[in-house]
Structure formats: structure tokens, C-alpha cells
């Protein structure tokens, strides 16, 4: 089942998640996960938050395959012995951040919920995570790299956090006028979408 995304503008997209109760039947997550990864894929996505499918829960799915797929000349430039970056497909229960560190780093980033924009945005290098996966089994895992800042944005969604709240003010000022219309769903978009100024999914 494909979902349509909620636009910018919805309350559920600042809104702080809650975790999936425990005992959450195993049949019933696994198809929201599989419906998750659908959707994100139909929006050509690498990463879905349960919240940009309007429901305020703590689980977000992920493939960073497209982000970190390196041509010949990217391979040409690794040192001697460096191991390049693999792509992650994963989903994330109930994850909680447990440190965020290393060097900042600036990416150029977009998000499914807030189509035709794109900012610089500066996250951290490495995190470690505690989340659980599709089987209810706990990890706490390091990550770094795309796969850490892909993990950070979708994270943000958890949080009630937008990408666009961490640009500066002025930058904002920018920028919202545009947002404004994506949020009564004027903006050119190849997937579904639900926008909360009408109610109106297209």
C-alpha cells in the first residue's frame, strides 16, 4: 500500500512520536514496514518517517544505496585501503539517540514532506543509535557518514523537527513564502500527497 506523503503545514510533522507499545502484533508492523518502504520508494525517497504518513510514532525506514553509489571516478579518488561507504536498508523502532559527534559536515538536503526545496544543512559525522529492529531485538549501533546524516534527518521527523527549522533566520524569512504554498498544496510534486490546508490528498 502506498501512502500518500503529508505536506509541511500538517501538526503531525510537529509533533513528538511515541514508541510502538510492545505488544504491537508482529503481523501487523511488518506490513506497515513493507507499506513504508513502498511508499518511499514510489517518491523516490531514502528515507520515510512514520509522521510523513500521519501517524506520530517512533519508526522510520531507510535506504541509502542511491546516496552513496560511487562512479569511477569517486573510486579513483579513495585512498589506498579506504573501504567506500555501503548503502543501508533498514527500519528503525523506537530509536533514541545516544550521542551525536565528529566533525560537522554541510549537505545539500530535501525532504519528501517539502518538495522543490533543498538547503544546506549541518549535521554531525558519527552518531550512535539505540533503536529496534523489525523483530522487536535491541541494537545500539554506530553509524557514520550519508548513513548517519540520513539517520539524523528521519530521526528529526521523531522529534517533531523539520530540516528547514535548522536553517537560519534569515534563510527562513527566505523560504516562507514557498512553504506556505507547498502547504495548501500549490507545488509540482510526482507523488501522492495529503495537504492539512485542504484535507485534500492528490
Known amino acids: 500500500m502506498i501512502y500518500p506523503i503529508v505536506a509541511i503545514g500538517d501538526p503531525v510533522l510537529k509533533t513528538k512520536a511515541k514508541n510502538l507499545p510492545a505488544d504491537l502484533p508482529a503481523a501487523e508492523l511488518k506490513q506497515l514496514i513493507a507499506d513504508m518502504y513502498e511508499t518511499m520508494y514510489s517518491a523516490h525517497g531514502v528515507g520515510l518517517a512514520a509522521p510523513q504518513i500521519g501517524k506520530a510514532i517512533r519508526l522510520f525506514v531507510m ?26 536498508k533498514r527500519a528503525f523502532i523506537n530509536p533514541q539517540m545516544v550521542s551525536e559527534t565528529g566533525e560537522e559536515w554541510g549537505f545539500e538536503e530535501g525532504c519528501l514532506s517539502i518538495p522543490g526545496i533543498r538547503e544546506l544543512v549541518t549535521r554531525h559525522a558519527d552518531i550512535v543509535l539505540r533503536y529496534e529492529d523489525e523483530n522487536r531485538q535491541v541494537h545500539e549501533e554506530a553509524f557514520s557518514g550519508m548513513a548517519a546524516r540520513v539517520i539524523q534527518h528521519e530521526y528529526d521527523h521523531l522529534e517533531g523537527v523539520l530540516f528547514t527549522d535548522k536553517l537560519s533566520g534569515f534563510k527562513k524569512q527566505l523560504l516562507k513564502g514557498k512553504l506556505a504554498r507547498i502547504s495548501k498544496g500549490d507545488v509540482r510534486h510526482d507523488y501522492r500527497m495529503k495537504f492539512a490546508a485542504d484535507g485534500k490528498r492528490r
Not at 579513495?78 to 561507504?85: Q, S, Y
Open 63 to 88: 535506504d541509502s544505496g542511491p546516496m552513496v553509489e560511487l562512479d569511477e571516478e569517486d573510486l579513483a579518488e579513495l585512498e589506498e585501503g579506504e573501504v567506500p561507504e555501503q548503502g543501508i
